[in-house]
């Protein structure tokens, strides 16, 4: 869940980073609207692949690319690297949830069981 909320997340960032990046007009308007557009597909799509092992790979490869992205417009050195301390931590904390969650639900299991 916490991965998911950090690539929906860059949905809004990378849309106002292709905002700024039009507004000062750093390269040809439908170029910079292409590589956004498909940057905020990316994170949207992937938010969606999370099921599967996948999504966790293309996510981390997206992480990459928006830090990249400040050699286009510096800020997002910042903004992306914020984002992939984010996605590193919620790769890590979302993992120990999980497991805590199967815990948990394995101990309602049996304890109603063993209730009846």
Do not use: N
Request: with cysteine; proline share 1%; aromatic share 8%.
């Amino acid at each position: 869940m916490f991965a998911m909320t950090v690539l929906v997340s860059e949905v809004l960032v990378v849309l106002f980073a292709t905002l700024v990046a039009h507004g000062l007009d750093l390269a040809d308007r439908s170029a910079v609207w292409g590589v956004g557009g498909a940057a905020m597909v990316a994170c949207a799509v992937t938010a969606g692949l999370l099921r599967h092992r996948v999504g966790y790979v293309i996510g981390s490869v997206v992480q990459v690319l928006l830090v990249v992205a400040g050699l286009v417009l510096p800020t997002m050195f910042v903004v992306g690297g914020i984002f992939a301390v984010l996605w590193a931590a919620s790769l890590t904390v979302g993992a120990r949830i999980d497991v805590e969650r199967e815990e948990r639900y394995r101990a309602e299991v049996e304890y109603y069981e063993t209730h009846r």
